[in-house]
């Protein structure tokens, strides 16, 4: 690899010389302190949204009741990304260290890893993994317990409250929010609710210091990010990387010369045409990624790739809400149309016009972002779109 | 004193309680907001997003329904941006929706169709989804129809059956653009766990639950002159149908709806107040019986509490839930049913009829009284006891199909014989009517007197819904051959709804409650509440049907079963006595242990 892109390896790192030397320097330490430091790191959620995880934690410490949850979700299901796989085969024992640590600072007593149902093939070795931290917590008497629940395989159950849903033995699909999960979580208790990669960032912050972990990334994007780089690109594969890169630095890392379109974040994110490679950051100030990176050469039709998303959302869609349920539906039939003929060319506007309507009314994520790769495909590849 | 939140709705501004919803203030202040899958009765689910609203500062816009309010919130109800989202999202439904009104049953008075009419949505926005959809109707059940090509998934049937009945019939399966509400394994409804009660009718914003109707067959009767059609009507009839034909609700139209009746062309409109008045009499001595013998005879075969087994609803619920716990219910058959069997009997005798010409039609507040009435059990006069049984809705129709004026018919009275009521009958349509008419009756045998409360009025056992109703009543100075009551604290309860019939029949089955006599109506309320009245319902509705129910009583001459003139006729031309071989034969069933799925 080139020194065009700073690698790095914060999350990949190898573990310290002795057992959760880390857990155990920051059980000691006060929960302030410990909150004060994520803050200072700049620390976002892994997952996509970017939520400020040391406010998450704080707000769900400020809640009464010695009932709390920490869940890990490791439902990853966003299409093309593949990285927390990767972590939770190679680093598991941090992502564990990083839920005690969330327990000890919002008083929680137990903690669930929430497993994508086809990553079912982890099961053993995180077991065994997860009794190694057992034993380690009662001889350090650490009172949080870690369980591992299956998924079964619906992508909206990585959206936290229709995972919280699964997990209570109902069918997954979204709660209404308010109450947030820091509020009324799994079970109804307050729950810190975090991505895979979140949790070793906080133990990695936790090891090396804010200032240090600060030195990484841009103002709004602090740290290090672990990419699942897909498509047209002779180098795929999982890389740990500075966030707040230009895209165009990333293209000519990653694309094989002839790249057309970069799609950043998933079926939930957005297409990057040539034209804006250079303007756009990865990163919350640019476009925020769950860590799903496709590239497309000139070989690919974005007709194509946006009729598979959308028939992507068709499909998981849980189906109770209507802007999801049948907007899905109707973009997905609609660019059909157009394409054949049936449909003037002016219906492209209608559907954009009702992409935006989901973007807005829909109840959970899923809704709301179909409109990201819609819009962004449909305004930057028109002409593929109707020829 | 709740916290007191500080908003503004279309400039408007407002103080209202924490934890109210946007949508509630929005009411308080007379905004009308357009809901769908909102319901009063039920949880919010937030899931059809017709009722979103801007809110200053934030980008998507929230669900009025779900949204509680927050200090200083300014929330607009009408710009461009919710106008649009709503006209999508309507014609997001629509386009998934089976929208040929004039074939439905629910035209002119369907949800869907008034906020489209409102949206003035006219040529259709988006593609037409119905054809590629392989949507089912589920006819075979003799009660319900559910027409899936109809349904919007707001899941008010799914709330319903699981939050005020606890049977979970329906709930959604599949995901995406499949989603739909289905039943266990898909099976059609006559083959799961629902009860036929109707709640869900009741509910539906669209004609995806209806019952089935009868009307045509109904009509057929009555235009064949070789039949004779006699008619019954359910005391919960006579103050709802009003709503079906435009009055509003709590008005008591006994005699406009004996007018109509007659004027549709029925041959002898009778009343199932009689037979509820007998029923009172059967259970009571039923009750009596079963004290008997547990307190003097020491049968240990004999269960207790005994549970009335009037609400069809009720019954199958039990078949399913409770199996094990069958010996408890009463074994006399529901008003309706004690009618059926009489009418091809004592009347065709007393009228000199042969009973293969006798069509029995029943007017009921119900849908699950549908499939009573095909039960193979009822047919122990030989025929079919009841051959079609209508709702409340279906008889609005016929009289609206007659071209009849509702509002200006006169007062006309009951044909006799079978035409008899008292208050005690007129009860039955409420939570608590049931136990209260078997009290002034039972305690009038085992004492002599009257029941100790002013009026008759035995207000403890009046149910009210969301909650199970205890009460005990205390039994002295009994007549010699009932001196084995002597001081027995007789205890009962009342529960309406079957999410509460459940709660009741768990803590008899663990021991925790020790009653003698337990009242259960399937449905919030009582009959006034059942599946078969007029739509809409909600708790305001069904509280001015309650007032008109005891209203009704306090109006009557007679007030007590056993007084009904037609009562001792009937025991002394035809039944015999209480419990008797006739009874026995007619007037009394036997149950079905169903499958738990």
New interface residues.
């Given amino acids: 690899m080139s020194e065009l892109v700073k690698r790095v390896d914060l999350i990949f790192g190898e573990y310290s010389d002795q057992k959760y030397k880390t857990l155990e320097k920051t059980l000691k330490r006060s929960n302030d302190d410990i909150i004060k430091d994520i803050l200072d790191s700049g620390l976002k959620g892994r997952g996509g949204a970017g939520f400020p995880t040391a406010l998450k934690w704080k707000f769900t410490m400020e809640q009464p009741g010695d009932e709390k949850y920490v869940i890990c979700n490791a439902d990853e299901g966003e299409p093309g990304t593949f990285k927390d796989r990767e972590i939770l085969t190679k680093v598991p024992r941090k992502v564990f260290a990083g839920m005690a640590i969330c327990g000890k600072v919002i008083g929680a007593k137990k903690g669930y890893m929430y497993l994508r149902g086809e990553y079912r093939f982890l099961l053993p070795s995180l077991q065994v993994e997860l009794d190694a931290y057992a034993e380690m917590a009662k001889e350090m008497d650490i009172d949080f317990t870690i369980e591992v629940r299956m998924g079964s395989g619906?992508y909206?159950c990585g959206e936290e409250s229709a995972l919280f849903e699964s997990m209570e033995g109902k069918?997954g699909?979204p709660r209404?929010k308010?109450p947030y999960p820091t509020v009324s979580g799994y079970l109804n208790k307050p729950t810190v609710i975090n991505n895979v990669e979140t949790f070793v960032n906080v133990l990695m912050i936790c090891r090396i210091g804010p200032v240090q972990y600060k030195k990484l990334g841009t103002r709004d994007s602090r740290g290090s990010k672990v990419f699942s780089v897909s498509g047209d690109t002779p180098i795929a594969g999982i890389y740990e990387l500075e966030l707040g890169m230009p895209l165009e630095k990333f293209v000519d890392e990653f694309g094989d010369g002839d790249t057309k379109a970069v799609q950043v974040g998933g079926a939930s994110g957005f297409c990057v045409p040539r034209k804006k490679f250079k303007d756009t950051i990865i990163g919350f100030e640019g476009v925020p990624t769950g860590g799903s990176m496709m590239i497309f050469n000139s070989s690919r039709s974005m007709y194509n790739v946006l009729h598979n998303y959308l028939e992507f959302?068709?499909?998981?869609?849980?189906?109770?809400?209507?802007?999801c349920?049948?907007?899905?539906?109707?973009l997905r039939?609609?660019i059909e149309?157009v394409k054949r003929g049936d449909?003037p060319i002016t219906y492209l506007e209608?559907l954009m016009?009702?992409s935006e309507?989901m973007?807005?009314?829909?109840?959970c994520g899923l809704g709301?972002s179909v409109a990201n790769s819609f819009s962004s495909i449909v305004t930057n590849f028109k002409e593929e779109m109707i020829y | 004193m709740t916290n007191q939140i500080n908003l503004k709705i279309d400039g408007i501004d407002l103080t209202v309680d924490e934890g109210t919803t946007i949508l509630s203030a929005a009411r308080k202040a007379n905004i009308q907001v357009p809901t769908l899958c909102y319901h009063e009765d039920l949880c919010?689910?937030?899931?059809?997003?017709?009722c979103?609203v801007e809110q200053k500062g934030t980008?998507?816009?929230v669900?009025s329904c779900?949204?509680?309010v927050s200090e200083g919130m300014d929330i607009l109800t009408n710009t461009g941006?919710v106008r649009?989202?709503r006209k999508?999202?309507v014609e997001?439904?629509l386009?998934?929706h089976n929208a040929d009104c004039t074939k439905c049953y629910k035209n002119g008075n369907c949800e869907l169709q008034q906020l489209a009419s409102e949206m003035l949505t006219g040529e259709p926005?988006?593609?037409d989804?119905v054809p590629d959809k392989k949507y089912t109707i589920d006819m075979f059940n003799t009660a319900i129809v559910k027409d899936d090509s109809r349904c919007?998934?707001c899941?008010r049937c799914v709330r319903t059956c699981e939050e005020l009945q606890s049977v979970s019939a329906l709930?959604?399966a599949?995901?995406?653009?499949?989603?739909k509400i289905s039943t266990f394994f898909e099976h059609p409804l006559f083959e799961v766990v629902c009860t036929n009660c109707g709640q869900c009718v009741n509910r539906c914003p669209t004609g995806a639950l209806i019952e089935k109707n009868y009307i045509d067959k109904v009509w057929d009767a009555i235009y064949d002159p070789n039949k004779h059609v006699v008619v019954q009507t359910a005391p919960a009839v006579r103050i709802a149908l009003g709503e079906a034909l435009g009055m509003p609700p709590g008005k008591i139209v006994t005699g406009k709806m004996v007018a109509a009746l007659k004027r549709l062309g029925f041959d002898s409109v009778l009343d199932t107040d009689f037979t509820a008045d007998l029923t009172i009499i059967e259970e009571g001595h039923e009750l009596l019986s079963r004290l008997k013998r547990v307190l003097v005879d020491k049968d240990t075969t004999v269960a207790l509490p005994m549970a009335t087994s009037c609400s069809p609803g009720w019954i199958k619920f039990i078949e399913h839930t409770f199996p094990e716990m069958l010996p408890n219910l009463s074994t006399c058959k529901s008003p309706q049913q004690m009618f059926g069997a009489l009418a091809k009997t004592y009347y065709a005798q007393k009228r000199g009829l042969d009973p293969k010409n006798i069509v029995s039609i029943s007017i009921m507040p119900c849908t699950a009284k549908k499939f009573e009435a095909n039960r193979q059990e009822m047919r122990s006069s030989g025929y079919t006891d009841v051959d079609y049984v209508l709702t409340t809705r279906e008889l609005g129709i016929m009289i609206r199909q007659a071209g009849l004026d509702f509002e200006s018919l006169p007062e006309e009275h009951t044909d006799s014989f079978m035409g008899a009521s008292t208050g005690a009958a007129v009860i039955f349509g409420t939570t608590g009517g049931v136990m209260e008419a078997a009290l002034r009756t039972a305690y009038e045998i085992v004492t002599g007197r009257e029941v100790p409360f002013e009026g008759l009025n035995i207000t403890p056992v009046r149910g009210t819904e969301g909650e199970v109703r205890e009460a005990s009543i205390l039994i002295k100075k009994t007549l010699p051959e009932w001196s084995f009551l002597e001081g027995v604290e007789l205890k009962c309860a009342v529960a309406n709804g079957l999410a509460y019939a459940k709660k009741v029949m768990q803590d008899v089955k663990s021991g925790k409650a020790n009653y003698h006599f337990i009242e259960i109506m399937a449905c919030p309320g009582g009959c006034l509440g059942g599946g078969g009245q007029p739509i809409p319902t909600n708790l305001e509705i069904r509280t001015k049907r309650k007032e008109a129910i005891y209203s009704e009583d306090m109006g009557m001459p007679i007030r007590k079963s056993h007084e009904n003139p037609e009562i001792a006729e009937i025991y002394q031309e035809f039944l015999g006595k209480p419990l008797g071989h006739k009874s026995h034969e007619l007037l009394h069933t036997h149950y079905t242990p169903r499958k738990r799925y």
């Avoid at chain 1, 068709?314 to 802007?323: D, H, I, M, N, R």
């Avoid at chain 2, 599949?174 to 989603?179: A, P």
């Fill in positions: 619906a909206i069918r699909e209404n308010p959302f068709e499909e998981e869609s849980c189906g109770q809400c209507t802007p349920r049948v907007g899905c539906q109707q039939k609609g149309a449909k209608q016009k009702l309507t973007k807005i009314t829909a109840k709301q | 919010v689910a937030g899931n059809c997003r017709v979103v980008k998507n816009l669900p779900a949204m509680p941006k649009l989202a999508h999202i997001l439904l386009s998934e926005m988006f593609l989804l919007i998934r899941q709930d959604v599949y995901r995406g653009h499949t989603m």
